[in-house]
């Protein structure tokens, strides 16, 4: 065709050749818009090559989502420009799929669908990112964007600096999760997603995220209730669960003499309890304040999980922070102990 072209209109090969592809681009390109039109399809997605030739206006576009109805040649459809090889298509869902691209040898790989230009080229070009770090980044992005406790306290400030800093907080906590699977991750975001408003009601609740966070260890689909002085749960550690005899005798109920004991007192537990046990821990602050988080040991290491904050803790800058007291620091296994029915002013039970 493009010689034809050049025969008839004296145009150049080249010139001939780039015209042939640009129509191509917008004739192929219309026709899966009307496509979608036909199919009541509202949203199509762009789709870049995703090579070294790609061009930076591509390379923006790549992944983004549009109204069909908003279909604009040169602004969110292709052709974007002469020789363009994007394209669009159909955005049914959630997206599972793989897609094709080159890496740095030009050879063809599977990347995951919803990976960006920007991305694709960190991992696969530059190859300064792993691809496990940037799915554990684009998990702390999607639990944002389908948070909407988060997306309302970012939308309600006015200041940049101030978003910036919640939505940063937030993500640092999701990638500290180096040992944790992505369903873990974000059953943990679960517990208390209104921990970033600093409102006093959810920066208090401890006892309350401890428990759900055992519950949606236990399967049930829970997220914790905020701090309230006129229920059960209220200064009282214990009132959500069973207690074998009573708070002395139980004997997994653990009470550390000296906080410096404490690591060895914990290791020898598990060691006791088995790779499956899972422990509440309460600790008293060097400013007198309380607080509980809880333990358990993935692939031979024990992880400190603090459900209130959404974060996995460091235990010797949290040993630094406790009271040098003695006998204010103590941890009881949870995994297997019954609830009482004070569980009701801890948790709300969510659909599903």
């Known amino acids: 065709m493009s010689k034809l072209i050049n025969d008839k209109m004296n145009a150049g090969i080249s010139n001939a050749e780039r015209l042939v592809r640009t129509e191509m681009n917008f004739v192929q390109n219309h026709a899966a818009k ?52 994007s394209t669009i298509c159909a955005v049914l869902g959630e997206i599972t799929a793989k897609r094709t691209a080159k890496n740095s040898k030009g050879e063809n790989i599977q990347i995951p669908a919803d990976m960006n230009y920007s991305d694709y ?21 999607s639990l944002i964007n389908s948070n909407s406790n988060i997306k309302i306290q970012i939308g309600s400030v006015t200041s940049e600096a101030l978003k910036n800093k919640i939505e940063l907080e ?15 991750a974000q059953r943990l975001a679960q517990v208390n997603p209104n921990y970033l408003t600093g ?21 049930y689909n829970v997220t914790a209730k905020p701090y309230s002085s006129n229920d059960l749960i209220n200064g009282n550690a214990i009132a959500a669960w069973e207690i074998n005899g009573n708070f002395l005798t139980d004997s997994a109920i653990k009470i550390v003499a000296i906080k410096a004991w404490f690591k060895s007192e914990i ?25 509980t988080f809880t333990a358990r040991k993935l692939k031979e290491k024990i992880i400190y999980e603090d ?22 620091l ?10 009482t029915g004070a569980i009701k002013d801890a948790v709300e039970f969510l659909e599903g």
């Open 34 to 85: 009307d496509s979608l039109q036909a199919a009541g399809l509202d949203e199509y997605e762009f789709i870049a090559v995703l090579d070294s030739r790609t061009t930076p206006h591509c390379q923006s576009l790549n992944g983004k989502i549009f109204l069909v109805e908003e279909y604009s040649v040169g602004t969110n459809a292709p052709p974007m420009h002469p020789r363009c090889r």
């Open 121 to 141: 080229k960190k991992v696969y070009i530059d190859r300064n990112l792993i691809i496990e770090q940037w799915e554990k980044n684009n998990l702390a992005n």
């Open 170 to 184: 937030f993500l640092n906590s999701i990638k500290t999760y180096d040992l944790l699977s992505k369903t873990d």
């Open 199 to 219: 409102e006093y009601e959810w920066t208090h609740n401890c006892l309350k995220c401890v428990i759900a966070w055992e519950l949606l260890n236990r399967g």
């Open 267 to 291: 290791q020898k537990s598990f060691e006791d309890w088995g790779q499956n046990a899972r422990v509440a821990i309460f600790v008293e602050w060097k400013s007198g304040e309380k607080h």
């Open 307 to 328: 459900p209130q904050m959404n974060i996995i803790r460091d235990i010797d800058e949290t040993l630094e922070k406790c009271t040098d007291k003695h006998y204010r």
């Open 330 to 339: 103590w941890f009881m296994r949870i995994d297997n102990r019954n609830f």
